[in-house]
């Protein structure tokens, strides 16, 4: 069958000068929602005066663009065989220790290899209750932090995960390195996450609409340059750990996003600083994770060590770390003789 493709021009009048791409297409006859206009430019299926534009590009006057418009496709999530570091697993949940680097449900432009796609070839009989995409998914990690993560195999399982969430009564705490040396050895973090003001690829406490959002942490581990933090959310904001961190002056490591590169800048080791500069994702990991047995109705406790790409760095951190004090020892020394 011939994929049968509509091409669709519109012309920029003086009254909708100024306006957004995706907006202007998003309120076109085109009946496309922003999101589906927003995946359709990144794919190269529009151009604005015969050149292909950004999402965010500001329209002028006169400004031609062409739309191709294809035929909606089926979205559907297909079983994949893949590796899983399954840590527990009977008739209502399954608890995945989620590597690093791995999306956990299908989306536009990433439909297959992530955890959705495994899970469905592991267990046959998730809870449909997430949707052809989301099967048996009651939260989520980012692409690129580590850690547990559980899913429901039946709708029952999957209605009361869901309801602990909304209740916070599903409890996780995680293992963050952070860049700087944290001031205190605990605290908390309450503020308000929404949606960037301007960057709505981003999260932000300075959100009109944000909503509540609470995180508490202790010191594990000081390596000068850097701390280890043992985290703990009470609510479950997208980004929200990353966002409190870097709000305080202490982003997690290596976030592309939230992060500040130039606090590598200041590392003198040469070796420490290769290695942090080949650190590619977030130093962040889910740890731990407690809730309430959907059937056996008793709380269950899950942890999962650090892996080993943030266990090597902070193990690098920490001979640093000692190369100093050791050295500011033999001064101190040399000195008081």
């Not at 005066?49 to 400004?63: A, F, I, M, Q």
């Not at 496709?73 to 527990?88: F, R, S």
């Not at 001031?183 to 999260?203: C, Q, Y």
């Not at 008793?298 to 650090?306: G, I, K, N």
Request: net charge positive; aromatic share 4%.
């Amino acid at each position: 069958m011939v994929e049968q493709l509509e091409k669709i021009k519109f012309t920029v009048n003086k009254s909708q000068c100024g306006l957004r791409l995706d907006i202007f297409l998003a309120q076109s006859e085109a009946a496309l929602s922003r999101s589906q206009v927003k995946y359709a430019i990144e794919e190269g299926d529009v151009l604005v005066n015969g050149k292909v534009p950004k999402v965010s590009e500001h329209l002028k006057e006169g400004d031609v663009i062409v739309l191709t418009k294809k035929p909606p496709v089926e979205a559907k999530a297909i079983p994949q065989k893949m590796v899983l570091d399954i840590v527990y697993e009977d008739d209502a949940v399954i608890v995945i220790n989620k590597p690093a680097g791995m999306v956990v449900h299908p989306a536009p432009g990433n439909p297959e290899k992530t955890l959705v796609n495994a899970l469905l070839y592991h267990c046959h009989d998730l809870s449909g209750i997430g949707g052809v995409l989301r099967p048996g998914i009651v939260h989520r990690l980012d692409k690129d932090t580590s850690g547990l993560i559980v899913a429901a195999k039946s709708d029952e399982a999957h209605r009361s995960l869901s309801s602990q969430f909304e209740k916070h009564d599903v409890h996780k705490k995680y293992l963050a390195l952070v860049w700087g040396n944290v001031k205190d050895d605990h605290g908390a973090i309450e503020a308000a996450v929404g949606r960037h003001p301007v960057n709505r690829k981003k999260m932000s406490t300075k959100s009109k609409r944000g909503r509540k959002a609470l995180t508490l942490w202790q010191v594990r581990e000081r390596y000068g340059a850097a701390t280890l933090l043992e985290v703990e959310i009470k609510t479950g904001r997208t980004h929200q750990i990353r966002v409190h961190l870097s709000d305080r002056g202490y982003p997690v490591v290596g976030d592309a996003v939230y992060g500040n590169t130039s606090r590598i800048k200041a590392v003198n080791d040469p070796a420490l600083k290769a290695r942090l500069k080949e650190f590619n994702r977030q130093a962040l990991h889910a740890a731990q994770l407690s809730f309430i047995h959907p059937q056996k109705n008793e709380r269950m406790m899950f942890t999962a060590d650090m892996p080993k790409d943030m266990n090597d760095l902070c193990a690098q951190l920490r001979a640093c770390t000692q190369q100093i004090d050791s050295k500011k020892d033999m001064w101190k020394n040399k000195s008081d003789h």
